[in-house]
């Protein structure tokens, strides 16, 4: 589905703690880029971030990085989003600890 010309881009770092169940317990955003935070970007990413469920076999608690880009498109234009496989394949996941 074509969205339109990319007219903002951001882009974060996050560490996440995730319990004996899968959840995500803790987010520590790392880097974001733009750095200004009244853009409220690294504040949506760790609540959604808190939403997520992970299978964890080993179950014990353990951290994952992941960055998370994020376009706003002019619906005009002529660019795509990425897709969900895209954005899962640049999150930094353990062995074992795929999501769900």
């Known amino acids: 589905m074509a969205l339109g010309a990319i007219t903002a881009a951001y882009v974060l770092i996050a560490n996440?703690?995730?319990?004996?169940?899968?959840?995500?317990t803790y987010?520590?955003?790392?880097?974001?880029?733009?750095?200004?935070?009244?853009y409220g970007f690294g504040e949506a990413a760790a609540t959604y971030?808190?939403?997520?469920?992970?299978?964890?076999?080993?179950?014990?608690?353990?951290?994952?990085?992941f960055r998370v880009k994020f376009a706003?498109?002019?619906?005009?234009?002529?660019?795509?989003?990425?897709?969900?496989?895209q954005t899962a394949a640049e999150a930094h996941l353990p062995a074992g600890i795929p999501p769900r």
């Open 16 to 24: 996440a703690t995730i319990d004996e169940e899968g959840r995500v």
């Open 27 to 38: 987010v520590q955003i790392v880097e974001q880029e733009p750095a200004d935070e009244s």
């Open 49 to 65: 971030a808190k939403t997520i469920r992970f299978t964890n076999p080993q179950h014990q608690s353990t951290q994952v990085m």
């Open 72 to 85: 706003l498109a002019d619906k005009h234009g002529d660019a795509t989003a990425p897709s969900a496989a």
